[in-house]
């Protein structure tokens, strides 16, 4: 006890001496957008930013009205006394780890006896502090002098940001005349490590689209010609999509993802998409073997499946090697050590097939690889994730995995194509408590962007400032060396686009356009657009154990007809060239209702949002007013066999493309459903689920079938 008391005095006394020297005079700029200089706060919130005790927050603002916790509170009386928060004793509190962002600060005042747990071996760090609890904190800094502004409050008043600093900067200033004796060899303080800045590269969800990583190859170089400390990350999903993926199984993509050069690559959920076919994960073994560069995930267990043996460890690694899978790896860049650990989503194995390979709890990972890095001294750590930015909140994603785990400085992500324009700040915990900001950041998809962020760190590894941007790659040179890779793939895929799929059809299948009143894919059932949404409805029941009640095709998405004669693979992916997925979507009656008004309210003229129906049948009435058009909705019982109406309050679910899911061509109600988390992404190319179901009938209907009708026409 005497040791411990001791030290402090020797720790503390040097530490207010030599900050009170530091700290700016009291009319120093305050940099923060929230603290003008009529604030009563200003001078001391000025004080302290200016000599480096306080950083306030990436968006620029202070929060100084805002109440201080417990932890908070901790950090910034620690940060003021220059305390070792790195080697520290364990204050063993139920409810704070190394996990926590206020660890070493708790514990280095704890070791000293400065603040006190409760009775049930808690700290409660999230607890706001009163006046009362803060002056028995600084009652027991023996060095600290008497302040005046601590008299000012009730004992039960909360303590707010600016409060708390005012009193800081009180103890500074008055410690500069009232200096006490120091010992004569007193402890030499810590000295903050300076600010480090850091650049990151992301892509995610590129989907086999290779003959778009020339212009990605350009833009990667020009970034690394500018900037320095830069770190080129791959959010998942690079299988699947095109037909270069399924010549050459990745192989194509990797051989140009390798030329540009990652650091590293997590897993997507369409990286285990062949774990059910003869040759199981033997395409994914030889794409990672294949690698210049290491993949991370810390939630995906490959241990059982043997084609992995040698490749995985759910270690995390200081040195690792190019074709192997980690938890997380470090990267030490210009002296300093960044963290990198993965995420996939759990959704895998119903949208997937992973087959051997098993996820855990993604919030229960993300804890103990923060952990990890911490316990190895690196404090700047990024979440390389392919959970989705807003999907599924029962499952997994980003905001939440930033509420729920501190310590994530960066989440870098993809699954959900999300086209983050700039980087989201996540400075709240689910309960809505302040928490040191993490960044996400997202490039939609199939290399339409290079994402970029530019962040700064200070010397505990707190996020201080922040810039980023998409680069669109459309407007970017293709580099040339990459081409030239490119074209032996891109040679066989040309020949493959000629290819029959081995389907012959005696009559076209029209893809009829008007721009009055005439036939149209965009106003009037077709007999493709029903043969597109049937293959919808059948592939997506294989994914859920709900019973998909329908599904949905937006007309302007069918972009040709299929001409008479043998159809090829190149015929079918102009029919839908957008490159969609399939998603399943939980939706009341009423929203389908609200979804086929807006289908409908250009009829009898075009609409690119008009929805082509599997397992319903519309009846509407183009005469009526807008949004008064829907007569009927039906929907197909299985049970019974019979065609039963919606019912406004009862929830479906049903599947469309992504795009729609997504709210497009005005369907905000899809929108709403999404941004929920009611839409689940299955990730199924649409082309191929058409080419695969077009192999499965014994009979290609060429006329429509009355599932569509606008009684307008009828009178």
Known sequence: MENKRNKFLTVTAAALAVTAVAVAPASAASPFSDVKESHANFEAISTLYAAGIISGYPDGTFKPDTNVTRGQAAKMIAGALKLDTKDVENPNYKDIDVSNPYYGSIAALAGLEVITGYGDNTFRPNQTITHGDLAKILASIPTLPELESAKNHAATDKVTRGQLATLIAE??????????????????????????????????????????????????????ETKKNVLTLHAGDAFSG????????????????????????????????????????????????????????????????????????????????????????????????????????????GISSPNKVTFTNYIDEANKAVAAFEGMGVNKIIALTHIGYNDNSNVDNDILLAKNVPGIDVIVGGHDHTKLEEPVVVDTNTVGEAKEATLIVQANEYVNYLGTLDVTFDGNGVVTEYGGELIDLGKVAQDEALVKLLEPYKAKVDEVNNKEIGVKIAEKLENPRSSETGPSVRSNETALGNIITDGMLAKAQQYTDKTVIMALQNGGGIREEIPAGNITVGQVNTVLPNGNTLALMDVTGAELKAAFEVAVKNAPKENGGFLHIAGGKLKYDSSKEVGSRVVSIEYLDKATGKYVALEDNKTYTVATNAYTAKGGDSLTMFGKAYDEGRVTDLGLSDWENLQEHLLSLKEIKTTTEGRIVDLAKKQ
């Not at 060899?185 to 850091?198: H, I, V, W």
């Not at 073994?285 to 759910?314: C, I, M, R």
């Open 171 to 224: 103890a500074l200033t008055k410690s500069s005349t009232e200096t006490p004796e120091t010992p004569e060899t007193p402890e030499k303080p810590e000295t903050p490590e300076g600010a480090f800045s850091l650049s990151i590269l992301h892509v995610n969800d590129t989907h086999a689209r290779a003959e778009k990583l020339p212009q990605l190859a350009t833009a990667v170089k020009e970034q690394r």
């Open 242 to 349: 095109t037909l270069y993926f399924t010549e050459f199984q990745g192989q194509a993509d990797l051989k140009l993802l390798n030329e540009i050069g990652f650091d590293a690559m997590v897993f997507g959920n369409h990286e285990f998409d062949l774990g059910g076919s003869n040759e199981g994960h033997q395409a994914l073994a030889d794409f990672v073997k294949g690698a210049k560069f290491p993949f991370v995930d810390a939630n995906t267990d490959f241990s059982a499946d043997d084609k992995f043996t040698g490749l995985f460890t759910d270690l995390i690694s200081s040195e690792p090697e190019n074709g192997k899978i980690y938890s997380g790896i470090v990267k030490e860049i210009d002296g300093e050590k960044v963290g990198i650990f993965g995420l996939t989503t759990e959704e895998t194995k």
